[in-house]
Nanobody, 123 residues
């Protein structure tokens, strides 16, 4: 499956962004989806994940209550709504797809990755 992330940009602290990740190539509903972020000099970190049907979601503690992951299997797209953004949210955000047993927080479980989209939050 090919993944294309978009929606990043520059926003002031307290603002919002909505990231999208469009999938093509194989049946999107076969994949659990995740969002990860990577700030300069840091390792790629888990942000949020959603199950194949969208019934189950899980979030990193740092984004709970501020970010919402969702998916539209008819449109082959997963979203990350980011509210109340903080300067520490600044990073490149990557979407990823996992066809195996769901271990959402481990980046090693995801077989396919998008190219990343940069989110910059100014103070």
């Amino acid at each position: 499956v090919q993944l294309q992330a978009s929606g990043g940009g520059l926003v002031q602290a307290g603002g919002s962004l909505r990231l999208s990740c469009a999938a093509s190539g194989r049946t999107f509903s076969r994949y659990a989806m995740g969002w990860f972020c990577q700030a300069p000099g840091k390792e790629r970190e888990f942000v949020a994940a959603i199950s194949r049907t969208g019934v189950s979601t899980i979030y990193a503690d740092s984004v709970k209550g501020r970010f919402t992951i969702s998916r539209d299997n008819a449109k082959n797209t997963v979203y990350l709504q980011m509210n109340s953004l903080k300067p520490e949210d600044t990073a490149v955000y990557y979407c990823a797809a996992d066809s195996g047993d769901w271990s959402p927080k481990s980046r090693y479980e995801y077989e396919y990755w998008g190219q990343g989209t940069l989110v910059t939050v100014s103070s």
